[in-house]
């Protein structure tokens, strides 16, 4: 005879092949069952909560999905996607009237990908370009494309194909004289040869003053939309070009807008070219380049050779771009349909890059499309290009991250391997200068011998890039300067590579899930090996795995869970607390197939975070997939109040019978939990009622939920060595409670399925003195007396059920041993 105290069960279910490994440290902190409970991060093993029913999704034969939209403050929502639409709930309940619709079918929401800034959620995958889902007001929610600029693209074009442009993205006819061919050029001189910056006389300039200040303006036959320039100085060297000057828009050549203003613009190279840009969305009649400080450090004889303007592309006539063969483009089928909106990259005679839009495909060697950036000096073939690494053609991004200010996209179908940041601040703009700066967007493809896709990205102090076959970082390429194009670095960090679920960022750590979903990784820093290691967390727990994941979310509060949903519909629960050595894994069942789980932080007022489920339920004949939301396990207060119901309402109002209401579990039968008792009942025409004309103020109704917990068998003392193999049992028993209304406990025989702990002995009644209107909660050690047969192998099973909570702190067995 001995007793066998376990203090903790912080390792909760363990692999059925170790259950004889006594001599492992987890023995003492392992069960070999542990359904519907949670081991807690201090030791112990406390009932789940119940689920809250929220709703029916619109359609639950076609299905739907879940996605948080945490907006802080508080504020934060549930959507339920669905085909082609997206409704919104809160812990209230649905917000009334939003209905939004989306450009994606329910087959592809697994594979939507999705990080958020404030009010603001970007989505990526399904095959679908990437889109932005608003928050304008509680009951005002949109969805729509994402709109990038220059960007992001393929490698440069080596094929020998050219391409030839129909015009220049300049609005300003080739002038040939100060009205001809149409629109008013004038300067500061009054010459007639004012109209020679806008030419194309080769070695010409305009002397536009004769002093250091000055102008030489365009007037346009109808009002035009300039948002770029370039200025190019005169071949002469004795002619100066002005230092300080504005570019300025009027629509009666009287009253100036200033567009944009530059100074200390010195230094210029005889026929040196300068691009300017600046931000303007407002259609003017005159143009004038205002000069203020011209002709040089000497002010005299201001001298400007070319401008060229450009019109914004928005509001350009798209113009021709013929290519010269399908060669090099598409692999060689030329221009497609799914062209369509795809970006170019268009280097002109001056060595500068501009890009472009396709706004229509004619041929496969003939597409309109609309300049941005700057305009074309002329029309000469253009023998360097970049393709848009996305569109309906190539595909479009699969994952995204926050990386570094930036936004992060990866994993095209054309390009399965390569990452594309935005610029540094500006998250819709890929744009890379000509003299490339540090801040400017970042295109990285992995370097690996076999092609495999990025499934997702995390940031942490560098961004994590998770494949089937590795984890690899982007990093920095010099530790001390800063990240940009010219100073980043792909690594292989691990080849323990992962599968297409979000991985979970906790602390230090990211959690991520093995290639077939069958295990839990950590990838964490090493100090020993100066770098990230991974290392599976579930190898002990392999049997409640075995199924593989279908995805997971991540409970920070109160208890350290993530939430993993089975491809056979179960859940699996994992404690993990890694400061304190907390790895607990624990199964449970919630009456029907869990297809969805996501977490959002509770309200101000909560103490824990939200979990959401998805639940297909068979319910009167048909299948309806349910919303509901996990309820926070009971942890002191009023036993009334505990939660421990599934798919659960809670009355309460006016003492009352019978509750109605209760279409959505018709036929089913359910527990009443009213002043912590239960009471069965089956729900007909929406009802359910107390017996015996009972009437209670607070009542739940909802699916009742089985606990329960096996320890594992504790070998006991022999005195002729090891018992392996003998027979034993248990019999004299203590469990340590706390705030526990229910518990059953009985033997266990090894091996068996663990049985359903309403067919054990109650611990818990109403004892002497007490109020018998109210069910009892203990804190304390209980004493049970176990009818253990030989046979058992002196396992000890403990559960509960219905409405009433239970927490399990450490058990103190008496096992005997055969002699």
Sequence with gaps: MSYVLQATFSRGQIDGDLHVRSDLELFRAGLAVCRNFITLKRGGVRRRGGTRFMGEVRDSASGAWLIPFEFGSGQNYMLEFGDRYFRVYTNGGRVAGVEVETPYPVDVLPALKYVQSIDTLFLVGGGVRPHRLLRRGETDWAIEPMTFEDGPFLKVNTSGTYLTPAATGNPVPVMTGNTVPSGVASSTSGSENSYIPFSNKEGSYLRASSGSAGFVAYQFPEPVVIDAYILQASVKASEDMPID?????SNDGENWVVLDARAGEGDWGMGERRAYEFFNAVAYLHYRFNFQRGGGTDAEQAAIARIYYHQSGKTQTPFTLTASAPDGINGGEGFRPGDVGRHLRLQGSDSLWRWATIESV???????IRLYRQALLDTDNITSFRLGAWSETTGWPTSIAWHRDRLAFAGTDEEPQTVWETESGDYASFRVHDTVEAADGISVGINAAQVNRIHWMVEKDDLLLGTSKAIRTLAKERADDTYGPDNVRQHLETNFGANDIPPVVVGPSAIYFGRYGTEIREIA???????????????????????GLAGATYE??????IWGWARDGGVRGFTYEREQQVYGCHAHGFGGDVVCARAVPG???????EVWLLVRRHIDGRDRLYIELMQPPFAGGDIADAWHLDCAVRYEGEPANTISGLDYLEGENVVLYADGFD?????ENGEASLPNGLK??????????????????????????????????????YLAVRDTGTLRVGAHVYGAPAADPSCFDELIEIEDGEDISRAPLRTRAIHALVDGEWHSGGQLVFGASGGRPCTVLAVNINIEGEP
């Design 245 to 249: 000057w504005t570019i300025e828009g």
């Design 362 to 368: 004619l041929s496969p060697t003939e597409i309109k």
């Design 525 to 547: 820093y090493d100090l020993n090996s100066n770098g990230l290691q991974s290392r599976s967390l579930t190898d002990v727990h392999a049997d409640l795995f075995a199924g």
């Design 556 to 561: 920070q509060y109160p208890s350290s869970i």
């Design 603 to 609: 309200t101000l007022d909560s103490t824990s975070d």
């Design 679 to 683: 009471y069965a009942d089956r729900v």
């Design 696 to 733: 209670s103020r607070k009542i739940l109704i909802g699916k009742n939920v089985a606990a329960v917990g096996v320890t594992l068998p504790w070998p006991a003392n022999a005195k002729d060595g090891s018992s392996m193999g003998r027979k034993m049992r248990a019999s004299d028993t």
